[in-house]
């Protein structure tokens, strides 16, 4: 049978004497027992419990040191067992060290011999990795350097193609420079050559008419606003050729000198100069008058005035009917009869479109059937026009170009 623990026991003496306090407290408050009784009773119980707890208590911590020493013993035990494992441990562990250092030491002589033989090649070889690695260096160096000079002439060429674009460009533009300059050139030549055949034939027309003319002073400049020695000596031809007795002339000046020299020579009549300007006017007379020519031309000052076209009832397509112009005066012409020759060198085209128009309309009922028109400037296209216009609107009328350096128009009535 199992035997009670000594902390059961305690725990049912406890129990027990707790039980019987409290049926002597019930006994004593029913009357059952007196409570001096109970007092005395539950006094003893509990002398008693507490005895019991003492006994047990010491019975219990006596099992336990009893026990603690079973286990103290037991861990003795154990411990002189390990320890006589530890130290067969050390003694094989010591044997095996031993056995390990010498194999370690083998081993080791082992190793240093094989390296004692690699140290040398490994020498050696460490004296050719430094001369590779000088090597290597020099190489990179170079590489380097190469490197640089690449990107030098990679700029180099980069500034070699712009500069051949450059100079490709500014050939290019050479090129078209000097070929408009040779074009220029050729031009001014063309125009040098033109310019010199001109003055050849206008010098050699000079030469003619003054020879002609024999003048007795300082002739005025021809050319530029005066009419050139081409014209003149066509003019001065056909009065040596007509006897002209009557010569009008549409703007003064040099012209009405040798017209007047003309006249004189070869025509036994007179020139009249009509001249828009007083001043010109002036000068002209001043002109005339220093060549004794006073007798034979008169320059008259007529004002430019309106001039209307008179309808015609042809109504013919071109007709300048109705159209007006400022024109010399006409109270100017209004006693000349048997012109012979008309010299149409004004009013300035300044004046008005077509401001020569109103001469031949004017002045072709005063001229002689023989009569000769000519028009100055006819390289002009607005003088070119009015010949045009007139040869149009009078289909009597002949008209042919003369070569003058200024051109020149000739119209006069178609012979029957
Ligand atoms: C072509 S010019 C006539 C020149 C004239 N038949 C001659 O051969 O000397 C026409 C008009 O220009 C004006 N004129 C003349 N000499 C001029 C000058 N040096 N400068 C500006 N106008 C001038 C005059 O009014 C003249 O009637």
New binding site residues.
Partial sequence: MRTLSPRLLLIISGALAAAVVITLVLLSATGAVPPITAVELALSVLTLAAAAVIVLGARRTDGKALRIDARTKRQEAALARTEQSVTRLTTALDGLAGRLEDAAREQSRTVLAALGEDRVELTAQTGRLDRLAGTASRIETTLRQGAGDLEDLRKLRHDHEQLTALTSTAVRDLGDRLEALAGAVREGHAHLARSARHDYAQLEALIDVRALLEPRAPL?R?R????SPD??RLLVERVAADHTKLIV??????????LGYAVQRFGAGRVV?????E???E??RDLVAAHGLQDVVEVRHAPLTTWTAPRTDSGEAGASGGESWPWYDTGAVEDLHGVGLV?V????GATAPLARYPALPVLLPRCAADAWFVV??TVRPDEREVADRWLREHPELTGSAYPAEKGAMILRRTPR
Wanted: aromatic share 12%; proline share 9%.
């Fill in positions: 005025p021809l530029g606003w005066a009419a014209v003149l002339e549409c703007g003064s000046g040099a012209s009405s000198v040798w100069a009509l001249e828009h300007d001043r010109f006017a000068a002209s010299f060198d004004g009013p300035p100055d400037d």
